[in-house]
């Protein structure tokens, strides 16, 4: 495997259901991002980790809860979610400090709430 | 109030044109600033990066940074079909990306 990876791409969760959204990066970056893409919407940066420490979490809802357990995966752990947050979600990383900018990209996980 | 604000488009340019995309950004102390590639159904890919005042090519693209008017441009010359794609401004501030919503850009044959 090369770059950064992320499964499952697609999931169909009920409003009750809990799941986790999983991300691996083969690149030995440090600094590890999770983000929101909605159609017509910015990117929306949800959480940074730097070195498997959290460094950010951009005001994200506590249904939303991520782990960092080494410095090449990352989880997104999902419950009680909204059909609001059906949207793709992207699993990026870099090196941190003046690089943490340049950020490769995973291919993302369609997420659909009903 | 958006902080990177692009026009969202859709830009259509002849093939073999160049393309000039465009972006504003509201604070100023970003210092580094990005353009990403996204193609439908996949995800933003890196194509340039510029830390300075003026111009950086590479290859076919060039980056234009204006710190003073806090203006960014993305110039695609010799345009060809296969960079039809949505294309993101990003710029470094408070220690995170902000990205604008895109420019979709087409390139007609």
């Known amino acids: 495997e090369t770059g950064v990876t992320q499964t499952p791409r697609h999931l169909v969760m009920g409003m009750t259901n809990k799941k986790s959204l999983k991300c691996e990066q083969h690149l030995g970056h440090n600094a590890m991002y999770w983000y929101k893409q909605s159609a017509k919407k910015p990117l929306e940066l949800m959480f940074v980790y730097n070195f498997k420490e959290q460094t950010e979490n951009n005001s994200v809802p506590s249904r939303f809860s991520p782990e960092c357990p080494n410095s090449s995966h990352l989880f997104l752990h999902l419950h009680t979610l909204q059909p609001e947050d059906s949207a793709l979600y992207l699993c990026?990383?870099?090196?941190?400090?003046?690089?943490?900018?340049?950020?490769?990209f995973g291919p993302g996980t369609r997420l659909t709430v009903t | 109030q958006k902080e990177v604000e692009q026009n969202s488009g859709p830009l259509s340019v002849p093939e073999g044109a160049i393309a000039s995309l465009n972006c504003t950004y509201s604070?100023?102390?970003?210092?580094?600033f990005f353009w990403y590639r996204q193609y439908s159904g996949k995800s933003p890919e890196l194509i340039m990066s510029?830390?300075?005042?003026g111009d950086k090519e590479d290859g076919r693209f060039t980056a234009q940074l204006n710190k003073a008017s806090q203006y960014v441009s993305l110039l695609i010359r010799d345009s060809q079909p296969s960079d039809s794609a949505t294309y993101l401004c990003?710029?470094?501030?408070?220690?995170?990306?902000?990205f604008g919503q895109g420019t979709r850009l087409t390139i007609n044959p």
């Open positions: 990003a710029a470094e501030g408070a220690q995170k990306l902000v």
């Open positions: 990026a990383s870099s090196q941190p400090g003046l690089a943490r900018g340049e950020q490769y």
């Open positions: 604070d100023r102390g970003s210092q580094s």
């Open positions: 510029i830390y300075s005042n």
